[in-house]
Nanobody
């Protein structure tokens, strides 16, 4: 069993910063990709940022230059540092990881339950 737990969401004013964390626990051999997605009210879930095992990153155009994704494999944790926040960043943020529980096993997708980020204008 694998669980992902996000933390760090909350209410912040426009221009402020927040740091989200997501820690995985359970039977874990390796984690390939890690990522953050978000879903605003009435909208579909969208990719925010991803980071692969060797460190390559990918960002949505809307957050590039403002958000930074990072990972700590010793803690099975992914972070999202968010700066210069805008009201349109308001959403529930979900973390996602591709986790292999044992050697030579293929990875499976796991999701956290989400953490709410609200940016006030």
């Amino acid at each position: 069993q694998v669980q992902l737990v996000e933390s760090g969401g909350g209410l912040v004013q426009t221009g402020g910063s927040l740091r989200l964390s997501c820690a995985a626990s359970g039977t874990i051999f390796s984690i390939n990709g890690m990522g953050w997605y978000r879903q605003a009210p009435g909208k579909q879930r969208e990719l925010v940022a991803t980071i692969m095992s060797k460190g390559s990153t990918n960002y949505a155009v809307s957050v590039k230059g403002r958000f930074t994704i990072s990972r700590d494999d010793t803690k099975n944790t992914v972070y999202l540092q968010m700066s210069s926040l805008k009201p349109e960043d308001t959403a529930v943020y979900y973390c996602n990881m591709d986790i292999a529980p044992y050697p030579v096993h293929a990875g499976s997708d796991y999701w956290g339950k989400g953490t709410l980020v609200t940016v006030s204008s």
